[in-house]
């Protein structure tokens, strides 16, 4: 959040019981906190925003929890919500209007201005907007598809309301989302990756599309860790995270798709490159093209292969022991001490 957005939720905060009344007019307060059906202001009781701190300062005023999703916020979400606002530039306009705080003078450079749909700024945007997936339906999700291993998932955000448009000719949606920061290697973000999700967390959305990309991703790719000499990279999100929770200290890279894939750029002090590749023929004619790619450069190039149709499934099928198993004969015997928990290089 940048520091005027901060500033403004801080102000907000300050004053969190009129600014519930104001944009939540349908709930009503109850000791310290506003109760509310959600932050689109339907009357119920599943929302509660905490409009003063408890004792000790534990548990900041203006943030809400919504015990229904499990989703949560600042007061700034409030505001777009209840006011269905698009651009975070207009919530902050009509925060500062609430405040009676000056507006950007006219004709003066504004905070946000206008961002082609799909460029990598507004890839930036989207993933500056969204929060970290702990507690979200986004953890849900990956916890359904059997991946428990969350830990350091900077890349990974959550968006409880991602606009989805389902073609030209039909009104825009919005979905809870799982959204993912497609960077460089040297950590800049270029693009964004989005999941919608059902609202129950344990699938995706039932709509025609629910994965789509944005910004620039060619060459790039969803990080997991920093790479130094060794890097696991393949395509699916959920296939390297699968791989994680067999080798939680290699880093890993999701390129998205097979021939993002094939095309994606290789950090310069990489020696040893894994390919995790599905186990039907187009994965392993890309696993083919970037190993030639790899080993071109001089880099050592290792394809990880999938008992089933990807380590997703066999994660899910098999288990994770079952996963490090396998996984310990496809490693370089170097890496199989170093990144293979150190009962299983041991035992198996």
Partial sequence: MSAQASDLARRLAER??????????????????????????????STFVRL???????????????AATAEHGDLLDVIRESCGLVEFRDVLAEARRFLSLPQPE???????????IGSPESA???????????????ETYLRTRGILDLHELTSLRFHPRCYYRPDDDLPTETWPALIAAVTTFDGV??????????????????????????????????????????LAAGEGIETLLSLRCALPTLPMASALSASHLAAMLLP?????LYIAHDADAAGKAVATALAQRAEGAGI?????????????????????????????????????????????????
């Fill in 268 to 272: 310069p002090r990489l020696r040893r």
């Fill in 52 to 66: 003063r701190p408890h004792h000790g300062g534990k548990g900041a005023a203006g943030k809400w929890t919504d």
């Fill in 189 to 230: 973000i270029t693009g964004a990756h989005r999941t919608w999700l059902d609202p129950s967390g344990r699938s995706k959305a039932p709509i025609d599309t629910p994965r789509r990309a944005m910004g620039l991703l060619l060459g790039n790719a969803v990080r997991f860790g920093r790479a130094h000499d060794v």
């Fill in 106 to 116: 006219a004709g003066s450079k504004s905070p946000l201005p206008p961002v082609p």
């Fill in 300 to 348: 050592e190039a290792i394809p990880l292969s999938p008992r089933l149709g990807d380590f997703n499934e066999d994660l899910r099928t098999c288990g994770v022991d079952e996963l490090r198993a396998a996984l310990r004969i496809q490693l370089a015997p170097a890496d199989v001490v170093r990144f293979l928990p150190s009962a299983v290089a041991i035992t198996a």
């Fill in 124 to 138: 930036r945007r989207l993933f500056a907007m969204s929060k970290p997936i702990d507690g979200t339906l986004a």
């Fill in 16 to 45: 969190a019981e009129f600014v519930c009344r104001h944009y939540l007019s349908n709930g009503r307060r109850v000791g310290r906190y506003w109760i509310v059906g959600d932050i689109h202001n339907t009357r119920g009781r």
